[in-house]
């Protein structure tokens, strides 16, 4: 297979491009990127079957939960979920995840394409419910990722040298995307509300240290003393100052 790595960053890549749209806004707080990231592995779950099955049995590696066809059906279910998860209903609901189906399958489907291209293993059940046999494409440029701990070793780096060719180019396609006005405008609108709690905390810390400032003064005051307002602390100061009296003499 390839790598983990490169499977993510082309899911993340796709989910970028698809999170520009605003269709996808109910959905942003959740992060476009991440879900095409985590959908750009998913497949690759499959190797929990090992456990019960062969490699190259019909739920093996590579096989049916790789295929197009189990993706057709996977990528409406998960856009229905991913839907719910943030809080869609009815209309909304329905229309977000008609539109998002179709870009959880292209990132499904990059998955076994980028398996297909490899040069080892037992090739990718393409063609299901056609025919069930495993199968790679002609042109297969990308050396076969070792699985597990193998992955650290040589061929592992081997492995990641040669798909940089592939992740290296949508790392970037990822960093100059520009975001577009919408995208912005809720980006701010989320950063403003999570202040708010701050902002207001802050507003709270000042009221109480006025508070405990106007108290300090209060006991500074004699006892017994009658509290002068602000016309007869300014006469009395007035007062205090030599030449003060002449001054304002006619």
């Known amino acids: 297979m390839s790598s983990l790595i490169t499977h993510a960053i082309v899911g993340a890549t796709i989910g970028g491009i698809a999170g520009r749209f605003e269709r996808f806004k109910p959905l942003h707080k959740l992060g476009m990127t991440t879900l095409g990231l985590l959908c750009g592995i ?75 291209l490899t040069d080892g293993g037992h090739g990718v059940m393409l063609y299901f419910p056609v025919d069930s046999g495993r199968h790679f494409f002609a042109w297969r440029p990308i050396p076969v990722s070792p699985m597990g701990l193998g992955f650290f070793s040589e061929a592992g780096q081997y492995v990641l040298k040669a798909e940089s060719t592939i992740f290296v180019p949508c790392l970037i396609l990822l960093a100059v995307l520009p975001k577009p006005a919408w995208m912005r405008e809720l980006e701010a609108e989320l950063e403003a509300r999570r202040l708010a709690p701050l902002e207001a905390r802050r507003a709270e810390l000042e009221e109480l240290a006025q508070s405990l400032e106007a108290r300090s003064t209060n006991a500074e005051t004699p006892a017994g003393a009658p509290a002068k307002d602000g016309a007869d602390q300014a006469e009395a100061e007035a007062a205090g100052r030599p030449g003060a009296a002449e001054s304002e003499a006619p």
């Open 42 to 116: 998913a497949p690759d779950l499959d190797v929990v079957n090992h456990a019960w099955t062969r490699y190259q049995d019909f739920c093996g590696h590579r096989g049916f939960f790789h295929s197009p066809f189990f993706f057709l059906v996977f990528a409406p279910a998960l856009a229905l979920a991913v839907g719910l998860r943030a809080g869609l209903r009815r209309r909304d609901l329905t229309m977000t995840s008609l539109a998002l189906s179709p870009w959880i399958f292209l990132v499904l489907l990059s998955h076994s394409v980028l398996d297909a």
